[in-house]
């Protein structure tokens, strides 16, 4: 049974940093792509980033680029999101996803990943 677990999360002020993890468990994930999502109050789950099975391609939403990075380890079978600079708007629970499928592409929409973790909640106080 493949389960995603998301740590990391916390309360922090405007400005400060945060490291997301997300451990796989129940199978290794060395061929296929993985994302960050998140969903703050009242408003629809958005993409964050994504990273192929090698790390050798990242995407950022608008809203986080060159504030956060993506990496993974495969030895460790978890993928990261380090984020700096962190602003009140990136409110919201973090979820980690990953496709079920080995691929190449980096997808970028929530509907072709299959598996996702509980999510860990992110506060930044302005």
């Known amino acids: 049974q493949v389960q995603l677990v998301e740590s990391g999360g916390g309360l922090v002020q405007a400005g400060d940093s945060l490291r997301l993890s997300c451990a796989a468990l129940?199978?290794?994930?060395?061929?296929?792509?993985m994302g960050w999502f998140r969903q703050a109050p009242g408003k629809e789950r958005e993409f964050v980033s994504s990273i192929s099975w090698n790390a050798g391609t990242t995407y950022y939403s608008d809203s986080v680029k060159g504030r956060f990075t993506i990496s993974r380890d495969h030895a460790k079978n978890m993928v990261f999101l380090q984020m700096n600079s962190l602003k009140a708007e990136d409110t919201a629970v973090y979820y980690c996803a990953v496709k079920a499928i080995a691929t190449r592409e980096t997808p970028i929409n929530d509907y072709e990943y299959d598996y996702w973790g509980q999510g860990t909640q992110v506060i930044v106080s302005s």
């Open positions: 129940g199978r290794t994930f060395h061929s296929n792509p």
